[in-house]
């Protein structure tokens, strides 16, 4: 692909321009990063297995109705996606305690919760992502009631979907985050799932030894990054299996 403009750069994904209008390039970095960017490494082939499963993800979101913003994947670290107006907020769903919840509350980490949670966080890396109410969101204008109505729905069937995936490959699926942005057609808006889907923005367990298979094994340097993504990714058959290594060519006298 022509070299293009970039048009934002995050922690983990870099946007550029995309070749029609309303649409946006996303590519997938290596760059891995914890506690709000104060951990910091590169990990080789992440970006290449993110980009993939969220691939997998956005496309079978889409096949049970979940509006998405992905359209296509364009290599193995870029795909297309569609230009949205991103909601301020990381919606996170909880179906056990672990990180954050389990600090705040005092639960022991794989607590299952009497239903699934829906939490909101201000996306703002300075102030460390804080969770908000929704009486903050509606008053300081970052969504209104129904947006968030949306909002909770969308989440929720995002969760069962997901849920059910990992569950079929002897996955938990802890908890996840997405982010949510808005299309608009004249004065009508519409309500998408944006961003990624991928171990880094889920907490994932094996279910019969509890190994971790997300970004907590960087968090917590519980060993191979890639390696825990590649598990994750061979399980859901989004890697092909059996793959024979590519052999040096032979000369032919």
């Known amino acids: 692909m022509a070299r293009r403009k970039k048009v934002y750069e995050g922690k983990a994904k870099i946007l550029y321009e995309g070749p029609e209008p309303?649409?946006?390039v996303q590519y997938f970095k290596d760059d891995a990063t914890a506690f709000n960017a104060q951990k910091r490494a590169i990990i080789e082939g992440?970006?290449?297995l993110n980009n993939r499963l969220s691939e997998f993800f956005m496309k079978g979101l889409a096949q049970i109705g979940v509006p998405t913003h992905f359209i296509?994947?364009?290599?193995?670290?870029?795909?297309?996606?569609?230009?949205?107006?991103?909601?301020?907020?990381?919606?996170?769903?909880?179906?056990y305690a672990a990180g954050s919840m389990s600090t705040r509350l005092g639960l022991e980490e794989g607590t299952l919760l009497p239903r699934p949670i829906v939490e909101?966080?201000?996306?703002?890396?300075?102030?460390?992502?804080?969770l908000v109410s929704e009486e903050h969101i509606v008053a300081f204008g970052w969504a209104n009631q129904q947006d968030l109505d949306d909002m909770v729905a969308l989440a929720l069937r995002v969760n069962d979907f997901l849920s059910g995936c990992f569950l079929a490959v002897g996955i938990k699926l802890v908890d996840f985050k997405i982010e949510i942005g808005r299309i608009w057609d004249g004065d009508y808006q519409r309500l998408v799932v944006a961003d990624e889907i991928s171990p880094?923005?889920?907490?994932?367990?094996?279910?019969?030894t509890g190994q971790k298979l997300d970004k907590d094994?960087?968090?917590?340097?519980?060993?191979?990054?890639?390696?825990?993504?590649?598990?994750?990714?061979?399980?859901?058959?989004?890697?092909?299996?059996?793959?024979?290594?590519?052999?040096k060519p032979k000369l032919i006298n």
Do not use: H
């Open 22 to 24: 309303g649409t946006l």
């Open 200 to 208: 880094d923005s889920c907490r994932l367990w094996d279910m019969e």
């Open 72 to 95: 296509r994947r364009i290599n193995m670290r870029e795909q297309l996606i569609r230009s949205v107006e991103i909601i301020p907020l990381e919606v996170v769903v909880r179906n």
């Open 46 to 48: 992440k970006g290449v």
């Open 120 to 130: 909101f966080c201000l996306k703002d890396d300075a102030l460390g992502d804080p």
């Open 217 to 247: 094994v960087f968090r917590r340097d519980l060993g191979n990054l890639t390696d825990a993504y590649t598990e994750v990714a061979r399980r859901l058959g989004v890697l092909p299996q059996n793959v024979t290594p590519a052999q």
